[in-house]
């Protein structure tokens, strides 16, 4: 089969489940993926003959997709912040939102001055595929990083991450909800928590719904800030003085949050808006 006959019933496959746009990227993705060849190379060699085996791999892809598996699970990989990351069913898929957190984060992580190059202590809570701490790591070599997540699998594939990003990361199991203490004091705490409530489900799409770790994305109803609120408490007392907290956010839990922490006595706190204009983002300082 050519290639120009494969897109053919590639897209003829799956045009009942995704517009035709997203049909031509994942098929991209996968051509790229499977037989080496980038966008260009495949619009120029529409009589390219794909070897059966190759068939074989892109239809168990196209099976998969026809079962709204997300693109980055068929794969094994995404990219964030420029860099590549394993993703499975363990780990949540790296969002664009949480890129924008970490560049805030970079720009407020402290320089060197002329005379001292301080180590800046940074924990990350709830690590996933270890996104947040290793691009960290990755951009600013003045860093030390710890990350925690409940997961055991998910920080299977953080630590392998880390190792295949070729960066040092401390991680530890942990479930942060019944964690009385942590293991030092902290220049930056960083947290994407669960905090998609119940109630939302039925703003998700399948393709997140059935796929993606819900110990990862939901939280109760009434409980909806369970996290912000223990991860403040904890950062009350581990945050160095300069220290400063970070969250991403449900956007529209943006208000609640600011308020959560001004209860907890937080200062300098300053909400922002993701590329889409939805609250997503919070800082707070002792
Ligand atoms: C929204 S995901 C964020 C993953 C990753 N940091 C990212 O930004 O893509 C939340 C993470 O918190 C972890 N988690 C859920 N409950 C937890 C708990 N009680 N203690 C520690 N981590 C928890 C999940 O396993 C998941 O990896």
């Excluded at 005379?115 to 860093?143: F, M, V, W």
């Amino acid at each position: 089969m050519t290639l120009k006959e494969y897109r053919s019933f590639f897209t003829e496959s799956l045009l009942t489940i995704y517009p035709k746009t997203e049909i031509e990227t994942f098929l991209y993705l996968l051509i790229e993926e499977y037989l080496g060849l980038n966008r260009i190379e495949f619009a120029i060699q529409p009589n390219y003959e794909i070897k059966e085996e190759k068939i074989q791999l892109l239809n168990k892809g196209l099976e998969r997709l026809k079962k709204e598996e997300p693109i980055q699970y068929i794969m094994g990989h995404t990219e964030f912040f420029g860099y590549s990351f394993i993703v499975n069913k363990n780990t949540l898929i790296p969002r664009p939102e949480t890129e924008e957190l970490v560049a805030w984060v970079l720009n407020e992580i402290e320089k060197p001055t002329l005379h001292q190059r301080k180590i800046n202590y940074i924990l990350d809570i709830g690590t996933g595929s270890g996104c947040i701490p290793i691009s960290i790591a990755k951009e600013n070599k003045n860093t030390n990083l710890t990350a925690i997540d409940i997961s055991e699998e998910a920080l299977k594939t953080a630590q392998k991450n880390a190792k295949k990003n070729k960066v040092t990361i401390q991680f530890t199991k942990a479930n942060i909800l019944t964690e009385a203490k942590l293991d030092k004091q902290y220049d930056i705490i960083i947290s994407n928590p669960p905090y998609v409530r119940n109630l939302e489900k039925k703003e998700i799409k399948n393709n997140v719904l059935l796929n993606e770790p819900h110990l990862a994305l939901f939280v109760e109803n009434k409980n909806p800030l369970i996290f912000y609120d223990k991860i403040a408490d904890l950062a009350k007392q581990y945050l160095t003085k300069k220290g400063k907290l970070f969250f991403e956010i449900n956007q529209y839990l943006g208000e609640e949050t600011k308020q959560l922490l001004i209860r907890k006595g937080f200062n300098n706190i300053e909400l922002r808006k993701d590329i889409f204009k939805n609250d997503r983002m919070i800082k707070a300082t002792l």
